[in-house]
C-alpha cells in the first residue's frame, strides 16, 4: 500500500516521520514546495521517495495524504483530481471541506513519536484511514459535529499543554532553578500525573485528593489556581477556535 504525503511540513513530516518509524518507509512517497524540505527528509530516510510533483506522487500511491496549509487544499486537489481516480483522499487541513476529499482527520504533532491523538471524521472509508494513523498514536473515528472540538482538544491542544509546561517552568526558574532543570522537572512531573491517571484510573480531582493534605501547602496552590481561574481559562481557551 503506497501512501504519497503531500506537504512534508511540520504535520505532514510528523506523519512521515512516525509513519516510517513504524516501518513503512519503502511506503511513502512525499511532496513538497521546495527541494531543501525534500533533502532533510531524503538524508534522513534514504528508503522514502521524494519528489517535487505532486501529480507524479499521486499516480504512484493508493493512499493520498493532504497536509498542505488550508489556503491551498483547493489549488492542490484541482492539480491531483485527474489522477486521483478511486483513491482514498485523507484531508489534516483544518476547517477545509472538499467534495472530492474522502477522509477527514486531525492529528497532532506527537505523531512523529508515535504519541498522535487522532480524529477522524466518520465516512464510508473512516477504519481504513483509522488503520494507518493507529500506527502513529491514539485514533478516534467521531461524528462530525465533534471534529473541531477534537481540534481544539488534540490538534491545537498539544501547545496548550506546552504552555502550562512553560509557566510551570517559569515558576521553577523564578524560585532558584536553572532553565533546563525546571523544564524537565516540570515534563516528569507532568508524565507522572499522566502516568499515575492512566494505571489507577481515577478522576483527577480523586487523584487531587491523594496529594492534598488538610492545611497544607498543595491546597494552597490548587486555590491561588481556582482564584485565578484556571478551570474557566483552559475550558475558554479550548471554545476560543470553535468561535
Ligand atoms: N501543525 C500542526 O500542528 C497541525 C495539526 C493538525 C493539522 N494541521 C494541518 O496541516 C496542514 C499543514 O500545516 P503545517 O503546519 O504542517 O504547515 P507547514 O509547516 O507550512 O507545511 C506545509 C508544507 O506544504 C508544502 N507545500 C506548499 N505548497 C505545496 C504544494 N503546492 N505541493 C506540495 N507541497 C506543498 C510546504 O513545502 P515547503 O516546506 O517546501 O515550503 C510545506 O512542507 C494545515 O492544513 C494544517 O491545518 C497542522
Request: hydrophobic share 50%; glycine share 8%.
Amino acid at each position: 500500500m503506497k501512501i504519497a504525503v503531500i506537504g512534508a511540513g511540520n504535520m505532514g513530516g510528523a506523519l512521515i516521520k512516525g509513519w516510517a518509524k513504524s516501518g513503512l518507509t519503502t511506503d511513502l512517497i512525499i511532496t513538497a514546495q521546495t527541494k531543501k524540505t525534500l533533502d532533510r527528509f531524503a538524508q534522513d530516510y534514504p528508503d522514502i521517495t521524494t519528489m517535487l510533483d505532486n501529480v507524479a506522487a499521486v499516480a504512484e500511491a493508493d493512499i493520498v495524504v493532504l497536509a498542505v496549509k488550508p489556503w491551498l487544499v483547493q489549488q492542490v486537489i484541482a492539480q491531483i483530481q485527474h489522477i486521483l481516480k478511486d483513491k482514498l483522499l485523507i484531508s489534516v487541513a483544518a476547517g477545509i471541506r472538499h467534495e472530492r476529499i474522502d477522509v477527514y482527520a486531525m492529528p497532532n504533532i506527537a505523531a512523529e513519536l508515535g504519541e498522535s491523538m487522532t480524529f477522524i471524521e466518520e465516512a464510508e472509508k473512516a477504519e481504513t484511514a483509522s488503520e494507518l494513523f493507529e500506527k502513529v498514536g491514539q485514533c478516534r473515528i467521531v461524528p462530525q459535529h465533534l471534529m473541531p472540538a477534537g481540534m481544539m482538544m488534540a490538534g491545537c491542544g498539544i501547545a496548550y499543554v506546552m504552555r502550562f509546561i512553560r509557566a510551570m517552568m517559569e515558576g521553577g526558574i523564578e524560585m532558584g532553578f536553572y532553565p533546563d532543570d525546571a523544564k524537565q522537572i516540570s515534563m516528569q512531573t507532568m508524565r507522572g500525573a499522566v502516568a499515575f491517571l492512566q494505571k489507577t484510573k481515577l478522576h483527577p480531582e480523586a487523584a487531587i485528593d491523594k496529594v492534598t493534605t488538610p492545611g497544607g501547602i498543595t491546597i494552597k496552590g490548587l486555590n491561588e489556581l481556582d482564584h485565578a481561574a484556571f478551570n474557566s481559562a483552559v475550558i475558554r481557551c479550548l471554545k476560543a477556535g470553535l468561535k
